[in-house]
């Protein structure tokens, strides 16, 4: 049975997204099912052109990506639930106080110029540069992230 995985952020067309891709890659071969949504999010739209163009040069698709709000259902589903920033970690605290010990952030695992759990940064309507900045960031929280999941599994 797959472990389902799950990335939120705010609109759930850049940031999430994004993690979902870089997840899927760096757990290929695995039993890990990756997936994201927003806690702000409209259902329906696909993932910013800058997203899908940083993801592409990474050798990975966001194939049929649509945006989608978080549910509870989402949640009850997923092993573990990786926020963008505190901000969004809180909202799902306040809007499913169920799941909560499912939720961290996505650099709780990873150390970033010189910090633990920093907040990965919004690039929304910052241009291609920010996005590429993004996707540094959680690049380097996927090794600590894949870590994490990989001792509950023992």
């Known amino acids: 049975m797959a ?9 759930n067309t850049c940031r999430s997204p994004m993690a979902e891709g870089i997840f899927r890659k760096a757990a ?3 039993d890990f099912e990756v997936s994201s949504a927003g806690v702000a999010a409209q259902t329906g739209s696909s993932a910013s052109r800058d997203t899908v163009s940083v993801l592409r040069d990474q050798g990975v698709e966001l ?7 978080v549910d509870d259902k ?3 589903e997923a092993e573990a639930v990786f926020c963008m920033t ?3 970690l809180e909202m799902l605290e ?3 106080p169920d799941h909560e010990e499912k939720y961290h952030l996505a650099c709780d695992f990873a150390e970033i110029d010189g910090r633990v759990g920093v907040d ?3 690039p929304i309507g910052m241009g291609r540069k920010a996005y590429e900045e993004t996707s540094k960031v959680l690049n380097e929280a996927m090794g600590g992230i894949l870590n994490y999941l990989e001792s509950r599994s023992k």
Request: some cysteine.
């Open 74 to 76: 989402m949640l009850e």
């Open 63 to 69: 194939e049929k990506f649509r945006s989608r709000m």
């Open 3 to 11: 472990r389902k995985i799950l990335f939120v952020c705010t609109g």
């Open 28 to 30: 290929e071969g695995s």
């Open 120 to 122: 990965v940064p919004d």
């Open 94 to 96: 306040m809007m499913h």
């Open 86 to 88: 505190e901000g969004h």
